[in-house]
């Protein structure tokens, strides 16, 4: 797990769309070692429907706390997670430093928040994409498309 903290004035874009684009990184980051994670939104990355990595995105002041982590090298996970998680190892074989993963997570991550064609990319990683989804909420509901 890390935490990069980056100046809010500075992004050039509005904070709101930092999770999906800290998202690109890490999955760019990821996508290296022969795994394409999808992005679930607001802040998990999901490989066959597994959790492999999450985002949290906090303002602090003029501040923006991006942390993420991301699973390496676990070979199984508890009974409970087993379904629910991944590691890269599990989804690609390949055992991944985490301290070798990082430097590439954050040039990944700089690369993303930078790139016009952000949105572009994302658009192939969405997990639900075109899924049918209720939105619930104040005692209304509704199908929507996602």
């Given amino acids: ?7 809010a004035s500075a992004l050039g874009f509005p904070v709101a769309l930092l999770p ?6 890490v999955c760019l ?8 994670p999808l992005v679930k939104w607001p802040n998990d990355l999901l490989v066959g429907g597994r959790k492999i ?5 906090e303002t602090c002041g003029g ?3 991006v942390g993420f982590g991301v699973n390496c090298t676990q070979k199984r996970f508890p009974e409970d997670l087993a379904a629910v998680a991944c590691s890269i190892l599990q989804a690609s074989g ?5 301290l070798s993963l990082l430097p590439r997570v954050l040039a990944r991550m700089k690369e ?11 658009l192939g990683r969405l997990a639900s994409r075109d899924d049918l989804i209720r939105v619930e909420g104040a005692g209304d509901s509704e199908t929507t498309r996602a």
């Fill in 94 to 98: 390949t055992e991944v430093n985490p």
């Fill in 53 to 57: 990595a999450g985002i949290l995105c």
């Fill in 1 to 7: 797990m890390a935490t990069v903290v980056l100046d």
């Fill in 20 to 25: 999906l684009r800290a998202a690109m990184g």
């Fill in 29 to 36: 980051a990821i996508e290296e070692h022969g795994v394409r």
């Fill in 112 to 122: 993303a928040l930078g790139d016009e064609r952000w949105r572009e990319k994302l």
């Fill in 63 to 65: 501040s923006v706390l």
